[in-house]
């Protein structure tokens, strides 16, 4: 089991900045990739960003590319997501997950562990 817990949400204006973390515990070594995902009211689970439990290899959807930057330290067993250029269409419940299978980052049904996700809202 891989226990997993968000923090860093809140409340910004547009163009406001914001970072997210993903603290890790329990079997940890067994983690292949972590990911985060967000979704909004009345919308499905989408894909945001993912990392290599190595840190050398990083994902993102195109809607966040160039404004949302993922980063781990593993002496803490956290990853980061460095969230610039906010805008509201951001808001959203954000989900840090983990998964020890090197399948399609992007799919949320490939990870196996959730957070209880951290909510991010952007004002215009």
């Known amino acids: 089991q891989v226990q997993l817990v968000e923090s860093g949400g809140g409340l910004v204006q547009a163009g406001g900045s914001l970072r997210l973390s993903c603290t890790a515990s329990?079997?940890?070594?067994?983690?292949?990739?972590m990911a985060w995902f967000r979704q909004a009211p009345g919308a499905e689970r989408r894909f945001v960003s993912a990392?290599?439990?190595?840190?050398?290899?990083?994902w993102y959807a195109d809607s966040v590319k160039g404004r949302f930057t993922s980063s781990r330290d593993n002496a803490k067993n956290t990853v980061y997501l460095q969230m610039n250029s906010l805008k509201p269409e951001d808001t959203a419940l954000y989900y840090c997950?983990?998964?020890?299978?090197?399948?399609?980052?992007?799919?949320?049904?490939?990870?196996?562990?959730w957070g209880q996700g951290t909510q991010v809202t952007v004002s215009s």
């Open positions: 997950a983990s998964t020890g299978r090197p399948a399609y980052y992007a799919d949320p049904r490939h990870y196996d562990y």
């Open positions: 990392i290599s439990w190595s840190g050398s290899s990083t």
């Open positions: 329990g079997r940890t070594f067994s983690t292949y990739r």
